[in-house]
């Protein structure tokens, strides 16, 4: 298996742009993850989905952020108007219980610059 | 609140070292423990993970040490090496949270040779 699939890698826009991050998640993993990391904050979960709906959005700093799962093979995180304290990493990880337990493989992830 | 508490937030080993990170939990509904290890420019990658009805599970060079009365865990990982210098972040996760974990802030470990 490939893994996840993150594009673009890296993302350098304007503020007051719209920002789409894409995520294809491992085949067969019913749950979905997005998470942001910066040094100031660390790993935050942001939204996850499971099945293509999402169960949790607690972690969505505004409502300039939304994500969408319409299948289950791919997810957007998108970021509308941009602000430059979204520069961040942003990770997508998928997973699927197995023996009881859920581990989370997460892709390469997307450095998101905004200027 | 489900935190997870990690420490210490930097750590300096020499090659050969033991190097020791701990976590302590609070959500007595966990039932599952990684530890995720990311370089530089990487995503977190699964290193080692326990279930609580063990007290140790090691994995190589790499042990998790599980004590469940004290709701703590701790990553050793034996004989250091350079190649290890990274980040580990432990994390939980249960029932209750259905595959969603919760995370330390991270560790980061520098080997020196």
């Known amino acids: 298996d490939a893994g996840v699939i993150q594009s673009p890698r890296h993302e350098v826009t304007e503020m007051g742009q719209e920002v789409t991050l894409r995520c294809k998640p491992i085949?067969?993993?019913?749950?979905l993850f997005w998470y942001r990391q910066t040094m100031m904050r660390g790993l935050e979960l942001l939204i996850y989905f499971n099945n293509n709906v999402p169960i949790d959005d607690s972690g969505m700093p505004e409502d300039r952020f939304s994500a969408k799962m319409p299948n289950a093979s791919f997810s957007t995180l998108k970021i509308q108007p941009s602000e430059p304290r979204d520069s961040a990493v942003y990770f997508c990880?998928?997973?699927?219980?197995?023996?009881?337990?859920?581990?989370?493989?997460f892709g390469p992830g997307t450095r998101l610059t905004v200027t | 609140q489900q935190q997870v508490k990690q420490s210490p937030q930097s750590l300096i080993v020499q090659k050969g070292g033991i190097s020791i990170i701990n976590c302590a939990y609070e959500?007595?509904?966990?039932?599952?423990f990684p530890w995720y290890q990311q370089f530089p420019g990487k995503g977190p990658a699964l290193l080692i993970a326990?279930?609580?009805?063990?007290s140790e599970k090691k994995e190589g060079r790499f042990t998790i040490s599980f004590n469940k009365s004290a709701k703590q865990f701790s990553l050793h990982i034996m004989d250091s090496q350079p190649g290890d210098s990274a980040t580990y972040f432990c994390a939980a996760s249960g029932w209750t949270n259905a595959g969603k974990s919760t995370f330390g802030d991270g560790t980061t470990l520098t080997v020196k040779p």
């Open positions: 326990i279930r609580p009805d063990v």
């Open positions: 959500n007595t509904a966990f039932d599952y």
């Open positions: 085949s067969g993993h019913d749950y």
């Open positions: 990880a998928s997973s699927s219980r197995t023996g009881g337990i859920y581990e989370q493989y």
